[in-house]
């Protein structure tokens, strides 16, 4: 058990010191050696866990997609109202993103790596555009977004504010602006999604989620 323990220890070790590496120099950039030298182990501990950097990178993946969805299972419930759901993950993601290496290194991956699957062979973005897109199926039965709106398309947009957001913020080097970024994506999204009557409160609920991720 002590062996099994202090194995798993090095594992984490290694995922944290590859998230630091890929977050800040990039897939491509990378090295082996960095990461060793970041996760302060050994090249045989490193490569006992893991045959390669993208079989590495693949688990940083998965690693940080369990983190986010970790953080949005209340967002799951489903006594939450579907719009407001939508609304607030894509403020986890904004605060994940700046404050989570592992968040932040497997959203950038999975731009960089190309196909979008962690070491278990999910397609992380087919999920989430599956989740936005129930979000979206819901929050019009519930008469939040306007009632003859297709789901599907609902859903990939949503999708592609989060996405689009966060690859902008990643590509001018202003991570720390994607929570306002976001507010103001929703801001003039909105009056395209949601009856006139509600504009003006989801309008509002989307600046209040920004207060709680800017001081």
């Not at 939450?80 to 989570?100: K, Q, R």
């Not at 395209?192 to 800017?214: C, D, H, I, N």
């Amino acid at each position: 058990m002590a062996r099994q323990a202090r194995a798993e220890i090095t594992r984490d070790s290694v995922l944290a010191g590859a998230a630091d590496v890929f977050l800040r120099l990039g897939y491509a950039n990378a090295s082996l050696s960095e990461i060793i030298a970041q996760s302060n182990v050994t090249k045989g501990a490193l490569y006992f866990h893991f045959g390669s950097k993208e079989e590495l990178a693949r688990a940083v993946v998965d690693q940080g997609n369990e983190r986010l969805t970790g953080s949005c299972q209340g967002f799951f419930d489903s006594r939450v109202p579907a719009l407001e759901a939508a609304v607030g993950i894509t403020y986890v993601v904004a605060d994940l993103s700046m404050n989570d290496p592992m968040v932040g290194a497997m959203l950038k991956l999975t731009h960089q790596i190309g196909d979008y699957r962690g070491a278990q062979g999910d397609n992380i973005a087919k999920t989430w555009g599956d989740t936005y897109r129930l979000l979206s199926e819901r929050a019009i039965a519930q008469g939040d977004l306007i009632a003859d709106l297709d789901p599907e398309v609902v859903g990939v947009l949503l999708q592609e504010l989060t996405a689009g957001v966060h690859i902008v913020a990643v590509g001018t080097e202003s991570m720390e602006q994607m929570a306002a970024r976001m507010e103001r994506a929703w801001y003039f999204l909105l009056p395209s999604l949601v009856p006139t009557e509600k504009l003006s409160y989801f309008r509002g609920f989307a600046a209040r989620r920004l207060r709680r991720y800017v001081v």
